[in-house]
Nanobody, 124 residues
Framework: QVQLVESGGRLEQTGGSLRLSCVAS????????MGWFRQAPGKEREFVAA????????RYADAAKGRFTVSRDNAKNTLYLQMNSLKPEDTAVYYC?????????????????WGQGTQVTISS
């Protein structure tokens, strides 16, 4: 079992930056592959980024490439999402998710544990 708590979301201007954090309450954080997803109002949840257990493999949605960076600090049980050059279309609730199975994947169905989400709003 793992509990995930996201933070860092807020109102930001277009072109600004935010760093989201996700703290996992599990002693074996280093064994979990992690992901970030987001859900905008009226839309389905979509993949943003994922990272392997050791952080050496990452994967990004096209909308995130070049602007977002996923990272993790296993000593702190924390997952991060650095978001730069933010756009109004990045407005969404951002969720972190965890999976024990192998692979850095983009399908939400592969992730068994989810946080409650943190709201990111980008003003134009």
């Amino acid at each position: 079992q793992v509990q995930l708590v996201e933070s860092g979301g807020r109102l930001e201007q277009t072109g600004g930056s935010l760093r989201l954090s996700c703290v996992a309450s599990v002693r074996t954080f280093y064994t979990w592959n992690m992901g970030w997803f987001r859900q905008a109002p009226g839309k389905e949840r979509e993949f943003v980024a994922a990272i392997s257990r050791t952080g050496d493999i990452t994967r990004y949605a096209d909308a995130a490439k070049g602007r977002f960076t996923v990272s993790r600090d296993n000593a702190k049980n924390t997952l991060y999402l650095q978001m730069n050059s933010l756009k109004p279309e990045d407005t969404a609730v951002y969720y972190c998710a965890a999976k024990l199975s192998l692979g850095v994947v983009s399908s939400s169905r592969d992730y068994g544990y989810w946080g409650q989400g943190t709201q990111v709003t980008i003003s134009s």
